[in-house]
């Protein structure tokens, strides 16, 4: 009779049980939480939105501690393509890097990340969605802007930020339930996909201090110089080093090539969305490249204005990447100018790789506006006379001239 007790307890218990989809990525802070709900009798389905930076081991191993944990279900959709094609292609196309400094490597992924969650939560009824933001970063404003937008009928929970935790409290509470996380691996809190590698805590807390090499996921073991070139169709990825492949594969490829040489790293400091100022340092070795070798490309093959308007569009929409605001209707008007602006980006760049540096050597395209037989820049005129250029110079200097003409006593 016990025993059929208990098991009648237990159905009821479990059919009390709300739906709760935690967006999930095997760091403390979502291990926090998994273990947090499930504690508080929720069925909760831990799901990770791959935008690349997990092998099939670390899936494999993250779908293992998960349940370990104490997940319902756990769930990795492959985002990878979607993020390249949705996002990464427009920051390439836009040449986008913050404050000229960071290519947007995690805020570029939440967005991708958040859609995904809210598409699974619908398709299981979910009540709830959650997160393990923090009150005092910008991925809350991310994950809750766009839950709020596409799905209004579904709660947040958001334990760490509700709950202001310590990351050392919640090791404390993790190894208090049997799961051992030390405060020496979780010191930095990395996050790796497609675009890029960003790593908070630790010296990047305080204005004064760089991360040590220690704090760096990758290693720099190349010491000679290595050729690399990078081959772009219409603005997009075409090959590199003469191999071709779908663009978010040449990405990983190159990211793989270029991180020994330790490329890529930086620290950025910029205004957060809820208006503090932050450090985030960064490993990109792959979106700096790729930034930079396309960017040179464009110089060759877009018109003057064509540039100038490029940089000023592309500056907002990343800014607006970067504080969420990716589902708003402008956001489609900058990427379709930007897909327009790339229809002569087509061409070879080449480069040097040494360690924790690397060079722009220069393109070869049949667009090269440099090609025109017009005249060599600084050498020699074919399409103008000498008269012409005098008259061209006078012309332009008119309205200065008119101004201080005019105003010369004042001056």
Known sequence: MKVLDQIYFTKKNKMKQEKVVLAYSGGLDTSYCLKKLSQENYEVHAVCINTGGFSDNDIKSMEKRAYEIGAYRYKNVDGLETFYNKIVKYLIFGNVLKNNTYPLSVSAERIIQAVEIVSYAKSINAKYIAHGSTGAGNDQVRFDMIF????????????????????????KYLNSHGINISWEKAK???????????????????????????????????SESEELQIEFKTGELFAINGKKGKPFELIQR??????????????????????????????????????????????????????FQKEQLSNFYGMQLHEGHYLDPVM????????????????????????????????????????????????????????????????????SKIYYNLNKKDD
């Open 148 to 171: 709020q937008i596409l799905a209004p009928e579904i709660e947040i929970i958001s334990l760490i930020r509700d709950q202001n935790l310590s990351r050392e409290s919640e090791i």
């Open 254 to 307: 190159l990211q793989i090539l270029a991180r020994d040489f330790g490329i890529g790293r930086d620290i950025h400091v910029g205004d957060t969305i809820i208006g503090i100022k932050g450090r985030v340092g960064f490993e990109a070795a792959a979106p700096i490249i790729i930034i930079k070798a396309h960017h040179l490309l464009e110089k060759h093959t877009l018109s003057k204005w064509q540039l």
């Open 188 to 222: 930095y809190s990395i996050n790796t996909g497609l675009w890029g590698i960003s790593i908070g805590g630790g010296e990047t807390l305080n204005s004064r201090d760089p991360l040590p090499e220690s704090a760096y996921p990758s290693k720099v073991i190349k």
């Open 332 to 399: 489609r008007d900058l990427e379709a100018f930007m897909e327009s602006s790339q229809q002569k980006v087509s061409g070879k760049v080449y480069l040097k790789l040494h360690p924790n540096r690397y060079e722009l050597e220069g393109i070869d395209s049949p667009h090269d506006l440099m090609l025109t037989k017009l005249g060599k820049y600084g050498e020699i005129n074919e399409g103008w006379t000498a008269e012409e250029a005098k008259g061209f110079i006078k012309l332009t200097g008119n309205s």
